[in-house]
Each structure stands twice: as structure tokens, then as C-alpha cells.
């Protein structure tokens, strides 16, 4: 399979950055530094999200969503400062440039404050938002449908014509919104300018075949949509983001909103990792889409994005958890001593990964001979085959007590029973 999914990026038409013209081009869209922010307890210093931007730049993101500039001084200065530097990189061929984007509600103070922090860019967005859906429209802003339509055509223009050249609108709760009236409201901003239609699932609520034929319903049945782009923002409220998104992809989204670690509002957001590697992975299941992300850099910076916000991945969190590439039943353990393909559908270094022993073996209870074995000759020791079999009867009893068995436990066995007078 990783030979497979090699071959097809060996087919794949050659990256070049901010390419907007290949259909089959996917934009990664990071929100890390806005929804991502919004995570309890995850708020960052304006230094930590500059730190952070830089590395998301590295990493080959399409667009920074640098914050929300209304929130706060604070936020405006971050989204500022990123928007100078980081949207600002030094003139080249072949440069990525970024697009920096601050996000707003429909309302002129919000779209003020986006404009003044990310003008600063090369390549500025506003994106701006208003809910669309029954209950939010009644319950929360307490309008009417044709207000809302009118309030969201309204700031669209109102954000194009402060000279902003990108304006991205999402209708929130778009994932329980009435369909015809989606048609309605996108067909009204793009008339007004807008580039992006960002289709977010706010509250996670949508199964995957349901969000894909949101997106497909949306793209078919949308007059001038052929003129923007479509976006996927998919909460993982029942743990479906990443299936959400791709399904999104796959019907005609070419930009999908993630974040690093998939932190966000409650139970968080896609996560980047994951919908970049199973694009990679199996994109030739997704008609041959690809992004731009350099995937090598995705273990450095969910460790950044871990350190600067405070909230550590669970060790079986998918890419990036300390168990992703680590193997412990004796069965997978012998599989992969013999082939890595065996159990490994991504390769370490595919993400920047590396692991303290070449197989990614870690020793426990059920962990079998072959691997055990493979461990003394890795730490340099050669017994023969009477005395490991002494050894293994120990190693096992010791096992069952313990979580991990480290190279400390084994070289303690070995000198019990083998080196003892
Ligand atoms: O979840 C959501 O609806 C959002 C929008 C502002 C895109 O975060």
C-alpha cells in the first residue's frame, strides 16, 4: 500500500505553490491559531502564535487563520504580526506564500478589525460568518431569513470594498441549515464578492455520506458557484470530522479547515494530520486529490502545537500519538522484524518521525521470542538458544507485571541469570 500511494504521487502533476488552476488540488486551510484557540485552556501568547504560524508556513499550509482580531487588542496584534512576517516572506521563485486570514462576524466593527491585522499580508482573507440555520437564526440572532440574507450580502461587499481581494463567508450550522435556503444565501454573497464558501458542520452533527451530499447538493444546485471555491469546517462532536471532511473532498470541496492535533471548540475540529495522510495515503480512493502540505514537518509541529497550547494527544491519537508507529503484540511484533508493510500503512519518516528502535517495537506482556530476541542482539548481547530460553520463561514473568519492559529490565535479567556466578 505505501508503494502504491508512492507510485501516484510519482504521477502526480509537480507541486508549485499557490497553484489555484489544478482541479485536483486540495488547499489545507489551518485554523489551529483561531478554532484551535478556542479550546479550553488553550489560549497563546501573541509570541506563541507567531512561533506557531512560522511553522505552519513551513509546513506547506495554504492559509493561516491567524485569529478572530475583534476578540481582543491582544488577538488583533497576533493576527497583525503574523500577517507582517509570516505573510511577508522574503521574494522568490517558488515561494509559498501563504494566505493570512482573520475571521469576522457579520458586522462592520469585526470586519474592520479583521482588515486592519491581516491587510498586512501579501495575501490577505477576511472570512466572515453568520448563522443560517433555524434554530441559531431564531433562538440566537433572532432574525429572520431575509435579514440574515441581507446583513451577510451586505458585509460581504462591505469587507470587498475596504480593497480586501479575498473574502471567504460561511453560513454557521450549515450542517442543520434548510438546503434551499444554503442556495439562496451562497448565491447572494458570491454575487457580492465572495471567493470562499466554507461549509462548516458546527456542532459535528452530520454522518459522512450526509455531509458529502451537502457539499455535492450544494456544488449542483448553487448558481455561480463555479466562481468560488468550497470549503469543508467539520467539528468532531461524534468523532466523524476527519470521515466529514474527506467526504466533502471527495464531492467537490477544494478547501478543507483543520487544525493541528484536531484541537478546537469542544470535542475539536478535523485534524490536519489525519485528513493530509489519508489523502496521501489513499488518494487514489479520492480521484487523485493532493495537497501541498510538507508531510515530514507534521511530528515537529503537533509537538509545537502540544507545547504552546497546552493540550497533549492521548497516545493512540491517530498520526501523531505516541502509539501510532509503536508495536507490541508478539504477532505484529514478528510481522514486522519480517516486513514493515505488515502492520505500517505510513512510513515514519513520511511525517518526520524517529523512532527510537528501527521497528517501532516496544516490549511488554505480549510480546513473542522474535522480538525479544531481536532486542538482545540490539543491545548487544549474544546468548545461545538453551539460555535465552531460560531467559524468556523470566522475561515473561517480569512482563506480566509491568506496563513497558525497558533495556533496563533486560539487562537486570540478564544479569540475574545468565551472567550470575
Ligand atoms: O464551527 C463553525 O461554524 C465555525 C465558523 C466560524 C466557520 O468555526
Redesign the pocket.
Known amino acids: 500500500r505505501i508503494r502504491a500511494s508512492q507510485q501516484q504521487q510519482r504521477r502526480r502533476p509537480e507541486y508549485v505553490p499557490n497553484r489555484i488552476d489544478d482541479p485536483n488540488y486540495v488547499r489545507i486551510f489551518d485554523t489551529t491559531l483561531r478554532?484551535g484557540e478556542q479550546s479550553p485552556g488553550a489560549t497563546m501568547t501573541s509570541a506563541e502564535k507567531l512561533v506557531v504560524a512560522r511553522q505552519l508556513a513551513r509546513l506547506g499550509v495554504d492559509v493561516i487563520e491567524a485569529g478572530f482580531p475583534a476578540s481582543s487588542p491582544d488577538d488583533l496584534d497576533a493576527v497583525r504580526s503574523i500577517a507582517i512576517e509570516v505573510g511577508n516572506p522574503p521574494e522568490g521563485e517558488g515561494v509559498h506564500v501563504p494566505v493570512i486570514c482573520g475571521?469576522s462576524r457579520c458586522n462592520r466593527r469585526d470586519i474592520d478589525a479583521a482588515w486592519e491585522a491581516v491587510r498586512h499580508a501579501r495575501r490577505p482573507r477576511i472570512h466572515t460568518?453568520i448563522a443560517t440555520s433555524e434554530i441559531h437564526m431564531q433562538h440566537k440572532l433572532r432574525k429572520t431569513p431575509e435579514q440574515v440574507v441581507a446583513i451577510a450580502k451586505e458585509m460581504v461587499a462591505y469587507a470587498r470594498s475596504l480593497g480586501c481581494p479575498d473574502v471567504e463567508f460561511?453560513p454557521?450550522?450549515a450542517g442543520r441549515s434548510n438546503r434551499e435556503f444554503l442556495y439562496h444565501i451562497l448565491e447572494e454573497v458570491i454575487k457580492a464578492g465572495a471567493t470562499t464558501l466554507?461549509i462548516?458542520d458546527?456542532v459535528g452533527y452530520t454522518l459522512p455520506y450526509e455531509f458529502g451530499k451537502l457539499i455535492a447538493d450544494i456544488k449542483a444546485n448553487t448558481p455561480g458557484i463555479e466562481n468560488a471555491i468550497i470549503s469543508t469546517?467539520c467539528?468532531n462532536d461524534l468523532g466523524l470530522a476527519t470521515a466529514n471532511t474527506l467526504a466533502g473532498a471527495r464531492a467537490g470541496a477544494r478547501q478543507l479547515e483543520v487544525t493541528i492535533n484536531g484541537i478546537g471548540?469542544r470535542a475539536g475540529n478535523a485534524s490536519l494530520e489525519e485528513v493530509v495522510m489519508a489523502i496521501k495515503c489513499r488518494g487514489e480512493l479520492l480521484d487523485g486529490l493532493y495537497t501541498g502540505i510538507h508531510s515530514q514537518h507534521i511530528t515537529l509541529t503537533s509537538k509545537m502545537v502540544q507545547e504552546h497550547s497546552g493540550l497533549h494527544v492521548q497516545p493512540h491519537k491517530a498520526i501523531v500519538g505516541a502509539n501510532a508507529f509503536a508495536h507490541e503484540s508478539g504477532i505484529h511484533q514478528d510481522g514486522m522484524l519480517k516486513y514493515k508493510g505488515t502492520y505500517e500503512i505510513i512510513s515514519p519518516d513520511d511525517i518526520g518521525l524517529t523512532r527510537a528502535n528501527e521497528f517501532g517495537i516496544v516490549l511488554g506482556k505480549l510480546s513473542g521470542r522474535h522480538a525479544v530476541r531481536s532486542k538482545l542482539v540490539e543491545i548487544g548481547y549474544e546468548i545461545s538458544d538453551k539460555e535465552f530460553e531460560d531467559f524468556f520463561k523470566r522475561y515473561k514473568e517480569v512482563a506480566e507485571k509491568k506496563k513497558r519492559v525497558t533495556d533496563e529490565d533486560i539487562e537486570a535479567l540478564l544479569s540475574d541469570e545468565i551472567f550470575q556466578p
Do not use: G
Open positions: 478554532d475571521l460568518f460561511s454557521e450550522d466554507n462548516p458546527t469546517h467539528q471548540e
